[in-house]
């Protein structure tokens, strides 16, 4: 089982979940930036190893993108000295590992001609998802983490470059309730979603419960095979 995480040519990571596990030890050490989009664990729990493990092969720190409040949630409770060592003063305050840098929603930054789009979501925490714009021109929305989404549609339907559009589908309908109070979607909910978008995009599911995996996809066909759904795969790779 492996958990969100999205490398970004080498060099960028959107999330870092279990999913960076995945990467060699020289793959790890090109990380120059993660963008997060929340603070929950399945999102984040790789950071602490990554950083520990490539700061001394390294002349820069891994520069940590996310909301305020995501970073107050590293800080005070992984990077406390207690869980992990604060690695923003690690080796000394002016060469460290990590740095924190925060984003606000509706805020792009771009790194090496990529451009990454901080989007509205709406989870149980403070949550953002991205658009990710590449140098050929294409644009690629992760949702992150979300329930029922309606600031997010407006301003996707105003990507004329939109191309793959990556959204969660965490539960099953048998599970709807759940979905709702943990601010996910199931299939059902996802159909509603889909309506929204009005531009042509290539739709890839993530976050899928392992488990409900066959299931869930089963009822997605079922629910919004209209928009040809299909499932993201460990290792899959997107031209942008
Ligand atoms: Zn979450
Ligand atoms: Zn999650």
Redesign the pocket.
Known sequence: MR??AMLVDHDVLIDA?TGVGDLTLAELSQIDHIFLT?S?L??TASIPFLVDTVGAMRSKPVIVHALPETIEVLREHIFNWKVWPDFTVIPDPEHPFLAYAPIQQGETVSVKRRRFMALPANHTVPAIGYAVSGEAGATLVFTG?TTNNDALWPIVNRMRDLRFLII?T?FCNREEGLARASK?LCPQMLAEELVKLERDAEIFIT?LKPGEIELTMQEIEEDAGEFRPRMLQNGQVFEL
């Open positions: 958990t969100t979940g929340h929950h399945d999102h983490d969660e965490a996910h976050h």
